[in-house]
């Protein structure tokens, strides 16, 4: 990834590392976060589904405006981690810093990657909302009719 310095200072690359359990290691993702650059590094030990998230609280409060937090993180799918990837982002950009996203390439510190960004979560989000209309598995049972009786689609 590029992250391209611009202005008078230099940006700081912060990291933040997460693992699901313990017994996962942040070797792989600490590895990839020293080679990108990064000058500090946050991690958090937590399922992405549990909302205490004191390392990536802790790396946002030390972005400085035009500050990269560098992630491994996907934006774009559906499950937590694309939700998360989207909350965090929401807080770098509070913290008027930048994203880049190692395991996707996403690199919001240029327009280009912050539509790809943009692009990625809005198709997630109409996967998500898709998934949750579909028809549940009675409608394939029952010869395409929905859990009201009616015919699907129409």
């Known amino acids: 990834m590029g992250f391209e310095k611009a202005g008078k200072r230099d940006h700081m ?46 790396a946002v409060s030390h972005l400085r405006s ?27 950009a509070g913290a008027r810093g930048r ?5 996707d390439g996403i690199d919001t510190t240029n327009p280009a990657g912050r539509f790809c960004f943009h692009i990625m979560a809005s198709l997630a989000q109409m996967e998500r909302e898709l998934m949750a209309d579909a028809p549940g598995p009675d409608w394939t049972r029952r010869g395409g009719e929905d859990a009201s009786g009616g015919a699907n689609g129409g």
């Open 66 to 92: 035009g500050d990269v937090l560098v992630v491994c993180l996907e934006a774009g799918p559906t499950g937590a981690e694309g939700e998360e990837a989207r909350g965090v982002r929401g807080g770098v």
């Open 13 to 58: 690359r912060i990291g933040y590392a997460r693992v699901s359990t313990d017994e996962q290691s942040l070797d792989l993702q600490l590895d990839a976060l020293k080679r990108a650059g990064c000058k500090r590094v946050f991690v958090d030990r937590a399922s992405a589904v549990m909302g205490d998230r004191s390392g990536l609280a802790d």
């Open 99 to 103: 994203l880049g996203s190692l395991t």
